[in-house]
């Protein structure tokens, strides 16, 4: 029963009956306290580090379209028809695979794991097209070895 003052019987007020809230404890969660989730959590950062770099990448390729870098030598327009349509190429799929990376979603690996491999393939195979820098095809391959490490670290925290 409410009396005046807006207390029941027990000192509580009628927004606190009302409000679930109230009645309800923070639970820790078990997988801070082990640290179930620790290579899911690297993975997400690594997928977040590698989301800003494509972000990065793709809009230089943009750049490189436009014409905001570059002399008038290395103007798109007089560039390779191989080379033209691979700067295109990256730069689109480059922000595609920023997003979906960013967003941590499976699909954005799949499209992130499909630059990094044609990246390679072009760097190796295809040397005229950018040059055929092995730097970069070193530096793919790592963060290829990464991404799998991780992925393959934080599927073994999942139970069957």
């Known amino acids: ?12 007020t009628r927004d606190q009956i009302r409000d ?5 404890t923070p639970m820790p969660s078990t997988e801070t306290e082990t640290g179930a989730a620790v290579w899911t ?10 989301a800003v770099l494509s972000m990065a990448k793709g809009l230089y390729h943009w750049a490189e379209i436009t014409g905001f870098i ?3 030598d290395a103007a798109f327009e007089n560039q390779t028809t191989q080379w033209q349509s691979a700067t295109v190429y990256f730069a689109v ?15 954005g690996a799949v499209v992130w794991l499909t630059t990094i491999v044609s990246q390679a393939v072009i760097e190796l195979i295809f040397p005229a097209v950018y040059g055929g820098n092995m730097i ?18 934080a599927a073994r925290e999942r139970p069957p």
């Open 93 to 107: 799929i480059e922000l595609v695979a920023a997003v979906g990376l960013w967003l941590a979603t499976p699909w």
């Open 41 to 50: 959590g690297r993975l997400v950062i690594f997928l977040r580090v590698m």
């Open 70 to 72: 570059g002399g008038e």
């Open 20 to 24: 679930p809230m109230n009645d309800t």
């Open 136 to 153: 970069v095809l070193l530096i793919a391959l790592l963060l290829l070895s990464a991404y799998l490490a991780l992925a393959w670290m």
């Open 1 to 12: 029963m409410m009396g005046r003052s807006g207390l029941n019987d027990d000192g509580v």
